[in-house]
């Protein structure tokens, strides 16, 4: 460290390389920038897009009013909605990418005045321009009679640095018929967009989740959900093209 004294071409401030003058304590100070101010280490960078994603998750979530609510009237603690639905699935976020146990609706243990409506016989239909879910319902089927509503938020990830690392869209798909068939499975299809389909196009994997909401229609307080359904598709088996 140096200090200038009576400068003659004026005060001069800023960095020049490593170099760097700052005004200290009515002086004007010279220093070299020390070596960890110029470098990130790659556990800080690693952390920092991880943590990227779990706050995207929950904006993911967040971008429907009928998840939101969900979580508003589950028991976690926290201040809001959205941070409970944060604080759960930040911890099941690994390795920079979503995984099966994450979900978009709360789970059994967080429930306060809302029922859980199970699913099974959970699939999927790929189509690259919509999807396809067949489900079942099973515990308290009957709390999820038509209408309701069928929401999916979606992730896709590696584009071989193609466009970003991951991107989101969440989809909701009223259901106001009847849609089930003679075994009890019923079928609902999500459509894409045009901006959602060239985006499809631009990554390798997708990871989603699928769960049917239904606001009781006597009192908007209370609200029916399923469980979360997960499902990947490995999209490079739909679009042929050279990594």
Known sequence: MAILKRPKLGRVYGKAGDIVTQRRFNK?????????YV???????????????????????????????????CNLKSISGYHKALSYNST????????????????FQGLRNSDLVFTESFNHDFQKDSIYFDYEFSD??????????????????FSDGKAER??????????????????GINTVKFEFTDKQKELIKLY????????????????????????????????????????
């Open 28 to 36: 004007d100070v010279v220093s070299i920038r020390p070596e960890h």
């Open 39 to 73: 470098t990130v280490s790659e556990d800080l960078i690693k952390t920092r897009k991880e943590f990227n994603l779990k706050v995207q998750f929950a904006r993911a979530i967040r971008e429907s009013d009928l998840l939101t609510k969900c979580w508003k009237k």
């Open 92 to 107: 099941r976020i690994k390795n920079d990418i979503t995984t099966p146990n994450n979900i978009i609706t709360p789970a």
């Open 140 to 157: 308290n089927k009957d709390l999820m009679l038509v209408p309701y509503t069928c929401v999916a938020v979606f992730f896709v990830f």
């Open 166 to 183: 991951f991107e989101w869209f969440t989809v909701e798909v009223q259901v106001l018929v009847d849609n089930e068939n003679s075994n």
């Open 204 to 243: 390798r994997v997708m990871r989603g989740y699928f769960a049917a909401v239904k606001v009781n229609p006597e009192n908007d307080n209370i609200i029916y959900y399923s469980n979360t359904n997960y499902f990947e598709i490995n999209l490079v088996d739909y679009f042929k093209r050279e990594y």
